[in-house]
Nanobody, 125 residues
Framework: QVQLVESGGGLVQPGGSLRLSCAASGRSISTYVMGWFRQAPGKEREFVAAITWSTTGTYYADSVKGRFTIARDNAKNTVSLQMNSLKPEDTAVYYC??????????????????WGQGTQVTVSL
Protein backbone atom coordinates (compact mmCIF):
# COMPACT_ATOMS: atom_id res chain seq x y z
CA GLN A 1 0.00 0.00 0.00
CA VAL A 2 1.04 3.53 -0.76
CA GLN A 3 -0.29 6.49 1.20
CA LEU A 4 -0.15 9.89 -0.48
CA VAL A 5 -0.55 13.28 1.18
CA GLU A 6 -0.71 16.51 -0.81
CA SER A 7 0.18 19.95 0.49
CA GLY A 8 0.83 23.43 -0.80
CA GLY A 9 -2.57 24.47 -2.05
CA GLY A 10 -4.11 27.84 -1.32
CA LEU A 11 -5.45 31.08 -2.70
CA VAL A 12 -3.38 32.92 -5.29
CA GLN A 13 -4.01 35.80 -7.67
CA PRO A 14 -4.04 35.28 -11.44
CA GLY A 15 -0.50 35.22 -12.75
CA GLY A 16 0.84 33.92 -9.45
CA SER A 17 2.59 30.68 -8.57
CA LEU A 18 2.12 27.75 -6.24
CA ARG A 19 4.10 24.62 -5.60
CA LEU A 20 2.24 21.47 -4.66
CA SER A 21 3.97 18.61 -2.92
CA CYS A 22 2.98 14.98 -2.53
CA ALA A 23 4.60 12.90 0.18
CA ALA A 24 4.39 9.14 -0.11
CA SER A 25 4.67 6.56 2.63
CA GLY A 26 4.18 2.84 3.00
CA ARG A 27 6.54 1.84 0.23
CA SER A 28 8.91 3.38 -2.25
CA ILE A 29 7.31 5.10 -5.24
CA SER A 30 10.42 4.65 -7.36
CA THR A 31 8.73 2.04 -9.55
CA TYR A 32 5.44 3.91 -9.90
CA VAL A 33 4.24 6.39 -12.45
CA MET A 34 3.22 9.49 -10.52
CA GLY A 35 0.49 11.80 -11.70
CA TRP A 36 -1.36 14.96 -10.80
CA PHE A 37 -5.04 15.33 -11.56
CA ARG A 38 -7.56 18.02 -10.74
CA GLN A 39 -11.29 18.28 -10.32
CA ALA A 40 -13.33 21.46 -10.42
CA PRO A 41 -16.89 21.64 -9.04
CA GLY A 42 -19.35 19.95 -11.38
CA LYS A 43 -16.61 18.59 -13.63
CA GLU A 44 -14.89 15.26 -14.06
CA ARG A 45 -11.43 14.62 -12.73
CA GLU A 46 -8.90 15.56 -15.40
CA PHE A 47 -5.27 14.80 -16.08
CA VAL A 48 -2.75 17.54 -15.36
CA ALA A 49 0.73 16.00 -15.47
CA ALA A 50 2.61 12.74 -14.99
CA ILE A 51 6.16 11.55 -14.64
CA THR A 52 7.60 8.11 -15.24
CA TRP A 53 9.54 6.13 -12.67
CA SER A 54 12.89 6.97 -14.25
CA THR A 55 12.07 10.73 -14.41
CA THR A 56 13.01 10.79 -18.09
CA GLY A 57 9.43 11.08 -19.23
CA THR A 58 7.08 13.92 -18.34
CA TYR A 59 3.62 14.46 -19.74
CA TYR A 60 1.31 17.46 -19.52
CA ALA A 61 -2.21 18.39 -20.42
CA ASP A 62 -2.26 20.96 -23.21
CA SER A 63 -3.95 23.44 -20.87
CA VAL A 64 -0.95 23.54 -18.51
CA LYS A 65 1.97 22.89 -20.88
CA GLY A 66 4.64 25.54 -20.48
CA ARG A 67 3.23 26.73 -17.14
CA PHE A 68 3.40 23.65 -14.90
CA THR A 69 6.38 21.42 -14.13
CA ILE A 70 6.23 18.00 -12.51
CA ALA A 71 9.24 16.55 -10.73
CA ARG A 72 9.99 13.66 -8.42
CA ASP A 73 12.62 12.82 -5.83
CA ASN A 74 12.67 9.07 -5.39
CA ALA A 75 15.16 9.31 -2.52
CA LYS A 76 12.71 11.46 -0.57
CA ASN A 77 9.64 9.63 -1.87
CA THR A 78 8.06 12.88 -3.03
CA VAL A 79 6.54 14.40 -6.13
CA SER A 80 5.98 18.08 -6.79
CA LEU A 81 4.02 20.23 -9.18
CA GLN A 82 5.31 23.75 -9.79
CA MET A 83 2.50 25.90 -11.13
CA ASN A 84 3.29 29.28 -12.69
CA SER A 85 1.20 31.87 -14.50
CA LEU A 86 -1.91 30.56 -12.80
CA LYS A 87 -5.30 31.31 -14.30
CA PRO A 88 -8.78 31.30 -12.75
CA GLU A 89 -9.58 28.18 -14.77
CA ASP A 90 -6.85 26.33 -12.85
CA THR A 91 -9.06 26.50 -9.76
CA ALA A 92 -9.75 22.95 -8.58
CA VAL A 93 -8.91 20.32 -6.03
CA TYR A 94 -5.58 18.82 -7.04
CA TYR A 95 -4.85 15.14 -6.43
CA CYS A 96 -1.63 13.18 -6.43
CA UNK A 97 -1.81 9.62 -7.75
CA UNK A 98 0.47 6.61 -8.12
CA UNK A 99 0.17 3.63 -10.39
CA UNK A 100 1.92 0.91 -12.28
CA UNK A 101 0.60 1.55 -15.76
CA UNK A 102 1.65 1.81 -19.35
CA UNK A 103 2.41 5.09 -21.03
CA UNK A 104 -0.53 4.67 -23.37
CA UNK A 105 -2.94 5.16 -20.46
CA UNK A 106 -0.94 7.65 -18.42
CA UNK A 107 -3.71 10.27 -18.64
CA UNK A 108 -6.47 7.88 -17.50
CA UNK A 109 -7.29 8.33 -13.80
CA UNK A 110 -8.90 4.89 -13.56
CA UNK A 111 -5.51 3.27 -14.17
CA UNK A 112 -3.91 4.73 -11.05
CA UNK A 113 -3.95 2.61 -7.93
CA UNK A 114 -3.40 5.09 -5.10
CA TRP A 115 -4.72 8.61 -4.47
CA GLY A 116 -4.19 11.38 -2.00
CA GLN A 117 -6.98 13.30 -0.33
CA GLY A 118 -6.50 16.39 -2.48
CA THR A 119 -5.52 20.00 -1.89
CA GLN A 120 -7.55 23.03 -2.94
CA VAL A 121 -6.09 25.55 -5.35
CA THR A 122 -8.06 28.75 -5.88
CA VAL A 123 -6.96 31.36 -8.40
CA SER A 124 -8.87 34.59 -7.89
CA LEU A 125 -8.45 38.30 -7.32
Amino acid sequence: QVQLVESGGGLVQPGGSLRLSCAASGRSISTYVMGWFRQAPGKEREFVAAITWSTTGTYYADSVKGRFTIARDNAKNTVSLQMNSLKPEDTAVYYCAAGRLGLAVITNPSKYNYWGQGTQVTVSL
